[in-house]
C-alpha cells in the first residue's frame, strides 16, 4: 500500500488498461488487470500465439558501487559471482532459520552494478535489508519507482519483440542487455513467469504507455491480446512455479520448498546457511512441495485443502488450479514428511468435503522447456 490510508498503488498505464475492457482488482497493495478477454483465452494467447501483461507492480532496485557483489551475497542464497554481465539469475532471500522471506531475480548489468526485482508486496522490506547491509561508501541503492515492467510472453514473442528492439533475438533464457525507446533505457531480458519463449522490459514511465502501444501494435499479426494476473497465475501454476506468500512462506525452508538448486552452500556466508545445513545433515525434512495431479476433471485444489492417504493427513495444498493444457485439476502442496508419500504415489484432496483422487508429481506439470 502507498500509505496507512490503504490506497492501493496504480499502474501509469491503468486508464489504458480500462479502455480495453480490463477488470481491475487489488493485488499486493496495487490495483492491476485481473483479467480482459477472460482468463482462459488469455491462457491459450500466451501458450499458442503471444500476450502482453503489465507488471509494474514488482520491485525495481539497482545496486551499484564497489562492494555490490559481496553486499548481495550475503542477502541472497544462490551464487551471484557465476552470474557474467549480460545474465541474470533466480534467487532467495532467507530468515537465519533458513525460511523463504522472498524469492527474486537479480539482473548483472555491468561489472558493478546489479538489478533487482523482488515481488511486489517483498519490495520495500528487500530494499531495507540490502540498506541495513555493511557497503563501502561509495555503493548506491536506488528503488525505481518511476520505472514500469511489461513482459511479453508466448511462442511468438521473439518476433513481437524484435520489432522494436534487434538485441531480442540475440538473448538467451535468463540473457539481458540494455537498449533504449523513444531515446529512454530499457532493460530489455529474456525471461519470464509462464514457461514460455518471453522477453521483460523495464523502462520510464513517460515512454511506458507508448512502448505498450507498439507492443500490442506488433503484436496484432499474431493475434496476440493484453493478458491480466489471472491468466499468469494459472501459466506459472502448470510449470510449477512457486508464489510467494502461497507456496513460499518464512516458516517453510528453502530445501522443504524444493528450491534447493536455487542455493550455494559452497559460496561462504549468507543468511540462513548454518540453518540449511543441518537440516539438510538430519535426514527427511520435515516437508516437501510437490505436485498433485487430479484424476478427474471436475475436481479442482485450492489453497488450504488438506491431502489425505487413507485416513491420515499427509498435506495441505497452497495454490491449485484448472490447467486449460492438461484439462484437470493442479496444484501444489507440501506434503509431510518429506519421505512420506513419494512421486507417482496416489493421495486424496478433500474438496470442500469430498475427496478427489491424484497422483503426486514433480512439477512442472507441463512440458514447455525455455526455447
Not at 545445513?277 to 525434512?285: N, T, V, Y
Request: charge should be negative; proline fraction near 7%; hydrophobic fraction near 40%.
Amino acid at each position: 500500500m502507498d500509505d496507512a490510508s490503504g490506497v492501493p498503488k496504480r499502474s501509469p498505464l491503468e486508464a489504458e488498461h480500462e479502455r480495453l475492457g480490463a477488470k481491475m482488482g487489488p493485488f499486493a497493495g496495487w490495483n492491476m488487470p485481473i483479467e480482459y478477454a477472460g482468463a482462459l483465452k488469455e491462457h491459450e494467447a500466451v501458450r499458442q500465439r503471444v500476450g502482453l501483461f503489465d507488471l509494474t507492480h514488482l520491485g525495481k532496485v539497482e545496486v551499484t558501487g564497489p562492494g555490490a557483489l559481496a553486499m548481495l551475497q550475503r542477502v541472497i542464497s544462490n551464487d551471484l559471482s557465476r552470474v557474467a554481465v549480460g545474465e541474470a539469475q533466480y534467487n532467495l532471500v532467507l530468515n537465519e532459520g533458513g525460511g523463504v522471506i522472498e524469492d527474486l531475480i537479480v539482473y548483472h548489468l555491468d561489472p558493478e552494478r546489479y538489478f533487482v526485482v523482488p515481488n511486489a508486496a517483498n519490495a520495500q522490506r528487500v530494499l531495507r535489508m540490502l540498506e541495513e547491509e555493511p557497503v563501502e561508501s561509495r555503493l548506491h541503492l536506488l528503488y525505481h519507482q518511476d520505472w514500469c515492467f511489461l513482459a511479453v510472453q508466448g511462442p511468438e514473442s521473439v518476433h513481437v519483440t524484435r520489432s522494436l528492439f534487434p538485441d531480442a533475438p540475440g538473448l538467451g533464457f535468463m540473457q539481458c542487455v540494455e537498449t533504449e525507446f523513444r531515446r529512454r533505457p530499457v532493460i530489455l531480458t529474456r525471461s519470464g513467469y509462464t514457461g514460455e519463449v518471453g522477453f521483460e522490459l523495464f523502462t520510464y514511465q513517460d515512454v511506458a504507455l507508448e512502448l505498450w502501444r507498439a507492443l500490442m501494435e506488433a503484436a496484432a499479426p499474431f493475434d496476440g491480446m493484453p493478458c491480466g494476473l489471472a491468466a499468469r497465475d494459472v501459466l506459472r501454476l502448470e510449470m510449477g512455479y512457486p508464489l510467494y506468500g502461497q507456496d513460499l512462506f518464512e516458516a517453510s525452508t528453502a530445501l522443504e520448498a524444493g528450491l534447493s538448486w536455487a542455493v550455494s552452500f559452497d559460496k561462504g556466508e549468507f543468511r540462513g546457511r548454518a540453518a540449511l545445513l543441518r537440516q539438510r545433515e538430519e535426514g527427511p525434512l520435515p516437508s516437501i512441495l510437490r505436485g498433485v495431479r487430479m484424476h478427474e476433471r471436475r475436481h479442482i485444489p485450492r489453497a488450504h485443502y488438506p491431502v489425505f492417504v487413507r485416513d491420515r493427513v499427509v498435506g495441505e495444498v497452497t495454490s491449485g488450479t484448472f490447467s486449460p493444457t492438461l484439462q484437470t485439476g493442479i496444484g501444489l502442496a507440501y506434503l509431510w514428511p518429506s519421505d512420506a508419500v513419494p512421486v507417482g504415489d496416489e493421495v486424496e484432496v478433500d474438496i470442500r468435503g469430498r475427496r478427489g483422487a491424484a497422483t503426486v508429481v514433480r512439477p512442472p506439470f507441463v512440458d514447455r522447456s525455455p526455447r
